[in-house]
């Protein structure tokens, strides 16, 4: 006797592939990125900055909180294991990188922000050939030089003379250190060995940030009680918390991981390049900034740099 042949329906396909939904994410993950420099500039001179970076983290941690607290408890073994690199990691992506754009927007304008952070993938390529040994081919070399040409385009404004009497506008500096801590802390990142979860890892170094603007956060509160009972203060405050709690922090990061997940590092970092163009378009919707020919010839030598510097040439099979 011959046996029923079932025949199974062949599963619905989904409106978007996952690489799909990546490339998607892609192109938005950048004005998720640019919306912290943005804000840094728009409430530079409402919000101190100390204040407003320990104020965005703290938020995103609380928030994060209900949904990944348990988890952490759970691994309170591998925390108590890991928590000088995780403080350390806290200090470097979540403190110096907080606090810093919110120092130099006082002096500099978005545009500059978005342009100088382009470097980021710059100092990743240099602190590894530091602390890792790892060798840089000549296309690494031409990119890592045209990419520190524009930024010296950049914090000079075009004006060469500014480089000859050491006279760079003190904003920009601010913002170059803060590039040079997020390449530090990208690197470390990645040669990190930890047991933790992405997320798990991210909430961590999220607490140990809080740790590291603290201190600094309630020294500007101490010294400026005034400016912190301001109308401005408290007309700008509390939503722009919230903004970037949970749109530059926790969805950003989000987005970048997932970007990751699916496409790979090589793919995702192709939204380090776009960072200038999306913050230089940003700039000029929301805060009226005008694009000056410096910054044209700026990215025209950071963005083919950083194409060369973190390319790979692809070896003979």
Request: charged share 10%.
């Amino acid at each position: 006797m011959n046996s029923p042949v079932s025949v199974a329906k062949s599963p619905k396909k989904p409106f978007l592939t996952q690489r799909q939904w990546a490339l998607v994410v892609l192109f938005f993950t950048p004005a998720l990125l640019c919306s912290n420099m943005i804000v840094a500039r728009a409430v530079a001179d409402s919000i101190p900055p100390f204040t407003l970076a320990f104020s965005r983290w703290i938020t995103a941690v609380l928030v994060l909180l209900p949904f990944i607290g348990l988890q952490l408890y759970q691994a309170r073994d591998t925390l108590a294991k890991e928590w000088r690199q995780l403080l350390m990691l806290g200090v470097l992506g979540m403190g110096i990188c907080g606090a810093f754009p919110y120092i130099g927007a006082h002096t500099t304008t978005a545009n500059n922000i978005g342009l100088i952070y382009a470097l980021s993938p710059i100092f990743v390529i240099i602190f590894a050939r530091i602390w890792y040994a790892e060798q840089l081919n000549k296309r690494q070399i031409l990119g890592v030089i045209s990419a520190f040409g524009g930024v010296i385009v950049i914090v000079a404004k075009g004006d060469f003379s500014v480089i000859q009497e050491m006279r760079f506008t003190t904003g920009d500096l601010w913002i170059l250190a803060a590039t040079a801590s997020w390449g530090f802390y990208s690197l470390w990142q990645g040669h990190l060995k930890s047991e933790l979860s992405l997320y798990l890892r991210f909430a961590a170094m999220s607490i140990g940030g809080v740790i590291a603007l603290a201190p600094f956060a309630m020294m500007e509160i101490y010294q400026q009680p005034a400016v912190l009972t301001s109308d401005p203060f408290l007309r700008d405050f509390f939503v722009t918390i919230a903004f970037l709690a949970i749109v530059s922090s926790i969805i950003a990061y989000s987005a970048y991981a997932y970007i990751i997940k699916i496409l790979g590092a090589s793919k995702a970092s192709l939204v380090m390049y776009a960072i200038p163009l999306y913050n230089a378009a940003m700039a000029w919707a929301f805060l009226n900034e005008q694009l000056e020919v410096f910054h044209l010839i700026g990215a025209a030598f950071i963005l083919p740099g950083l194409f060369l510097a973190v390319s790979k040439r692809k070896t003979k099979s």
